[in-house]
């Protein structure tokens, strides 16, 4: 399908917003830099300006941020095993979700950032490159990137398709746009039916979508056993462990409280605290000394010592480990409505899973674990600490809990050889560049 009249005018007038706003992603990577410094680097990737032409890159796969990057690394794995010839690019938005491409990869991939959508960026970045295929994981619905696919003849894929009913929502704002953009995309490999429903309403052609599972069941393996017993070991002490993973600003006086109320009749409780964002690092250890806690770090303490009553992860790509040291897990971006974050890493190390109401990033896997008996739902602080007070206090609702979820972890395995399955005929036309 080539751009006909309509198209071209609502190229144009999205196109020129987008460059009328250029300013304010200046701003925002200024912003964002003073939280995390590592904005302040590599602006040149988001416009897509880059020294000199490179080799051209076959496979190219799109991971917003370390969600993404973690859900598609089985998957990076098995293409890398079946074309080992062909060079892979790997494009995040987020510098955490760059940190993890490098832990996970190396520079056995080529990892840049994507561009912002705009007509000049996104022509440069697939000229730079010239993939020749477009492998694009969950939600990244960007028009002119779509249609600069098109237009170079380069197929592209939406693998592990995730639109929420709010996504939904926000989409339909430029809905005539983003109904031609999708009609340009080879397939939707969809999470789950639900997911596939809301493609097809935003406009995906509906032989060119397929529900194929959730990558996020087919995570590798945990074995976290001799990290657990090296935190018991520097620990030195006996009391519970429960870890409160990917809380946000909003979310952090309510960890603080429940932490209060179980050690009141739990006192050699340990919370194991795992920030969402690495600007946040810092300040929640503050916090926590400010509220009395005795307060060691990652970073700075490696282990937590026997008089710990906070101990701060401030560092990537250890939560799943971590995990594995406590017993009960808070999964946060839950208590406010950011969505959640992934449910699933918890039940692959066997610990038990606790939430707040707003999953609807994570939809689908939320009904299944509560259908399943393997995650308590909770509302506010004061629900926080009675669920964890009873999961203490009840060792084998605790195990019970843990073991569910462990099991739905494993009976929901097969998307990525689904996935495979879909692209492989795309995957075996691209060149060996």
Not at 418 to 428: Q, W, Y
Request: hydrophobic share 45%; aromatic share 8%.
């Amino acid at each position: 399908m080539r751009a006909d009249f309509t198209e071209r005018v609502l190229r144009g007038l999205y196109s020129a917003a987008l460059y009328v706003l250029v300013p304010i992603t200046l701003y925002h990577l200024i912003w964002r830099g003073f939280r995390q410094r590592a904005y302040f680097h590599r602006w040149s990737e988001r416009y897509a300006n880059y020294p000199e032409r490179g080799p051209s890159a076959p496979l190219w796969l799109h991971a917003v941020s370390v969600g993404e990057v973690n859900a598609a690394a089985p998957l990076v794995d098995r293409l890398r095993q079946l074309r080992p010839d062909l060079r892979l690019v790997i494009t995040t938005i987020t510098p955490t979700g760059s940190e993890r491409v490098r832990a996970l990869w190396g520079d056995a991939v080529t990892h840049v950032y994507l561009p912002y959508d705009l007509p000049g960026a996104v022509g440069r970045f697939l000229d730079h490159f010239r993939p020749a295929l477009a492998l694009i994981v969950e939600t990244e619905l960007w028009p002119n990137l779509l249609f600069g696919c098109r237009d170079r003849g380069i197929p592209t894929h939406i693998l592990n398709a995730r639109l929420s009913a709010r996504s939904l929502r926000g989409y339909r704002v430029l809905a005539p746009l983003i109904r031609r953009a999708l009609r340009t995309v080879r397939l939707v490999a969809a999470q789950s039916r639900d997911d596939a429903r809301r493609f097809l309403m935003l406009g995906a052609q509906p032989e060119r979508v397929q529900v194929s599972g959730n990558l996020k069941f087919d995570m590798a393996p945990v074995d976290a056993a001799a990290f657990a017993a090296d935190f018991a070991t520097h620990r030195g002490a006996a009391g519970p462990v429960w870890i409160a993973a990917s809380t946000h600003e909003d979310e952090e006086a309510a960890v603080l409280d429940a932490h209060r109320l179980l050690r009141r009749s739990q006192p050699d409780a340990l919370l194991l605290w795992a920030p969402r964002h690495p600007e946040r690092f810092r300040a929640v250890a503050e916090r926590a000394q400010a509220a009395g806690f005795g307060v060691a770090t990652r970073s700075t303490d490696t282990w937590p010592g026997p008089d710990a009553e906070v101990f701060v992860v401030d560092t990537l790509g250890e939560l799943v480990r971590f995990y594995a040291c406590a017993a009960v897990a808070f999964v946060g971006g839950s208590l406010q409505p950011v969505g959640g974050h992934n449910l699933l890493e918890p039940a692959a190390t066997g610990t038990a899973i606790l939430s707040g109401p707003h999953l609807h990033n994570f939809a689908d896997i939320a009904r299944r674990l509560r259908e399943a008996e393997a995650m308590r739902v909770v509302d506010d602080a004061g629900a926080l600490a009675h669920a964890l007070q009873a999961l203490f206090a009840d060792e084998p609702a605790r195990l019970r809990l843990a073991a569910n979820a462990s099991r739905l972890l494993e009976d929901g395995r097969g998307a990525l050889a689904r996935t495979v399955t879909l692209i492989e005929p795309a995957l075996g036309a691209a060149g060996s560049g």
